[in-house]
C-alpha cells in the first residue's frame, strides 16, 4: 500500500471528519450544554477532586475564567462546588449525577456515530486503522514524553 504523497495532510483531513462526525453527534441532545462546559464537565469527571485552579491549568485559561465556567455549570445543575472535610478553605468541584448522564449518554451517541462510520469500512481496513491508531497513540506519548512540560503564556479563555 502507497502512502499518500503528505500523510500529516492526510491524517489532518481525516482527524477534521472525525471530529465533525462527533460534533454532529453531541449537538443532538435535548440539553443544551455548549462545548467548552462539555470540555469541563469531561475533565472533572476523570478527575474527581480537581480545584478551580487545577481545572484552569488544565484548561489553559486564567482561574477567573475558570470559575465563570464552573459557576454557569452549578446553576444548570450539572457541578457542585464541595469544601474538603480536611481543609474547609479548599473547594472541590463535583460533577452531578445529571452530568454523568449526560456525559455518558454523549459518549454513547458517538460512539454509535464512529460505527456507523467504520461499519462503511471493510474488517480488513477497521483492523489496519485500529493497528495505526494504537501506534499513532504510542509515537505520541512518546513525543509528549519528550518535550516536557508546555511553555506558559499570558492565558484568557
Known amino acids: 500500500m502507497e502512502l499518500p504523497p503528505n500523510l500529516a495532510a492526510a ?77 474547609r478553605r479548599e473547594v472541590h468541584l463535583v460533577v452531578t449525577p445529571a452530568a454523568e448522564t449526560l456525559l455518558r449518554e454523549i459518549t454513547e451517541r458517538r460512539q454509535r456515530a464512529v460505527q456507523a462510520v467504520l461499519d462503511q469500512m471493510s474488517h480488513r481496513s477497521q483492523h489496519e486503522l485500529l493497528l495505526a491508531l494504537l501506534a499513532f497513540g504510542q509515537a505520541a506519548s512518546l513525543v509528549d514524553a519528550a518535550s516536557g512540560p508546555p511553555e506558559r503564556s499570558a492565558r484568557t479563555a
Request: contains cysteine; charged residues 20%; proline residues 6%.
Open 11 to 87: 491524517i489532518e483531513a481525516a482527524a477534521g471528519a472525525l471530529v465533525g462526525v462527533l460534533d454532529s453527534a453531541g449537538s443532538r441532545h435535548s440539553v443544551s450544554v455548549p462545548p467548552t462546559q462539555l470540555r469541563v464537565l469531561s475533565i472533572l469527571s476523570a478527575r474527581p477532586g480537581t480545584n478551580v485552579n487545577r481545572l484552569a491549568d488544565l484548561l489553559d485559561v486564567v482561574p477567573s475564567s475558570a470559575s465563570r465556567l464552573c459557576d454557569r455549570l452549578e446553576a444548570t445543575g450539572l457541578l457542585r462546588r464541595v469544601a474538603d472535610p480536611r481543609d
